[in-house]
């Protein structure tokens, strides 16, 4: 039996593709986040709070916000904890001292458990702060941790704002 060389390089070539396309996962674009349904769902809670915090959009953040909302800040003082509560009273005028916003988010890593989830962020905010003396640029840069917990079929931030 005699093959021609093209069709069997050719041939080759299609296997060696589809067998390294079948390899890797599908990762959520610009990240190393597999793009499983949770994971996608958490990324668009992250991006949606992202562009809402530019614009400065207090209702669209609370929206974010689960029901129970509670955050040590890190610190064993609770003078600085803030529930749902506090931050419905304290968000928008705290949005309102801010001018020029921008946030640029890498999202680092997202872990699932059952209907917790956790998304390290690494953020890099610009800014403008009215204060009594006038508008002082900003900028900020962390890793941060949010915390997520689903609720029907929503994520909804339950710390870490």
Not at 4 to 25: D, H, N
Not at 31 to 60: C, F, H, M, S, W
Not at 70 to 79: M, Q
Request: aromatic share 6%; hydrophobic share 40%; glycine share 6%.
């Amino acid at each position: 039996m005699t093959t021609r060389p093209g069709i069997s390089l050719a041939l080759c070539a299609v296997i060696a593709l589809s067998a390294g396309c079948s390899c890797s996962p599908k990762r959520i674009p610009g990240t190393e986040i597999e793009d499983t349904g949770d994971n996608r769902a958490v990324y668009e809670v992250v991006r949606v709070y992202q562009k809402a915090l530019e614009a400065r959009d207090a209702p669209t953040i609370l929206s974010l916000v689960s029901p129970d909302y509670f955050d040590a800040s890190g610190t064993p003082d609770p003078a600085d904890d803030l529930d749902r509560a506090q931050l419905e009273q304290s968000l928008a005028a705290d949005l309102a001292r801010l001018e020029g916003v921008r946030m640029d988010v890498t999202l680092r890593r997202i872990d699932v458990q059952r209907d917790t989830a956790t998304a390290e962020i690494f953020y890099e905010t610009y800014y403008r702060v009215q204060t009594p003396s006038g508008a002082i640029p900003r900028r900020d840069a962390d890793v941060h941790r949010l915390v997520l917990k689903k609720m029907g079929e929503q994520w909804k931030i339950a710390a870490g704002l």
